[in-house]
């Protein structure tokens, strides 16, 4: 699939989309507790899921840290998904699958894979960057 066909997936299966660029568009979810925006990119082999801003670090050092290290505990537990801190300071949770041979049904999984983990996660991520 190419970026085109993937937005026109997403666009079919009913996703808002707001196109960014030539590889880059915005969509959003619906989570239990918050709407999660998200990024939909692709590059010369992956298709990337960014849920970004997904929290913010927290500006005290040691909170930030404690933060950053509940993260790093978190990516052990994922599958297919992982969290990063971006140079803004903000929490990123991100998807991503590689383009050949990808197909709507992995553009699903990789949609149902962010949304899970948004939504599971979300409670405890956003108390520790609440602090």
Request: with cysteine.
């Amino acid at each position: 699939m190419n970026f085109e066909q993937i937005l026109a997936y997403l666009q079919a299966d009913g996703w808002p989309i707001e196109r960014l660029g030539t590889n880059t568009a915005r969509s959003r979810f619906k989570g239990r507790a918050r709407s999660f925006p998200f990024f939909v990119h692709t590059d010369a082999t992956y298709l990337t899921l960014l849920c970004v801003p997904y929290a913010r670090l927290p500006a005290e050092e040691l909170r930030a840290k404690a933060l950053m290290d509940r993260l790093l505990h978190l990516n052990r537990e994922l599958n297919m998904a992982k969290f990063a801190v971006d140079d803004d300071g903000d929490v990123v949770l991100a998807v991503d699958y590689p383009l050949a041979d990808l197909d709507n049904s992995e553009v699903r999984d990789a949609l149902d894979v962010m949304s899970f983990y948004a939504d599971k996660h979300w409670e405890e991520v956003s108390a520790l960057a609440a602090g």
